[in-house]
């Protein structure tokens, strides 16, 4: 590994570490489908609370961050590649599931990461 890219990883792990504020609009699991070449975002929906939690709005739990949770989404956005999946989502999709603009970019981020999983063949996880 270069010290290039010794610094970048460690750039990007020092900022993965930011306390976020949550999309009202919902949050999104994004996995590759191989077998189809597709990038898939599922949609759910949730609420934030005061104290900035997201909470499911059926049930009205904390939705946690880590671990499992069985939840159903209310949208698959699905892809061939970042830019087309970012087009339905941001662009054609109203009313928009997305409302803030640093949601956007991460999600942007994101598919890039699935896109290049996908043409690599390498794992993809979701940051």
């Known amino acids: 590994m270069t010290l290039l890219t010794t610094n970048l990883i460690a750039i990007d792990s020092e900022l ?6 949550l999309d009202p609009h919902g949050y999104f699991i994004i996995y590759v489908d191989r077998a189809d070449g597709l990038i898939c975002a599922k949609h759910y929906t949730n609420v934030i609370n005061d104290r900035g939690l997201a909470v499911d709005p059926e049930t009205g739990k904390v939705i946690p961050a880590k671990g ?11 892809g061939r590649t970042a830019k087309e999946l970012c087009v339905k989502i941001i662009e054609q999709t109203a009313p928009s599931p997305v409302s803030m603009l640093d949601h956007a970019a991460y999600l942007g981020r994101e598919f890039v990461r699935a896109e ?9 996880i979701q940051d």
């Open 16 to 21: 993965s570490n930011r306390d976020i504020e």
């Open 68 to 78: 499992k949770v069985t939840r159903t989404n209310t949208t698959l956005y699905v």
């Open 116 to 124: 290049m999983a996908l043409l690599s063949g390498a794992e993809y």
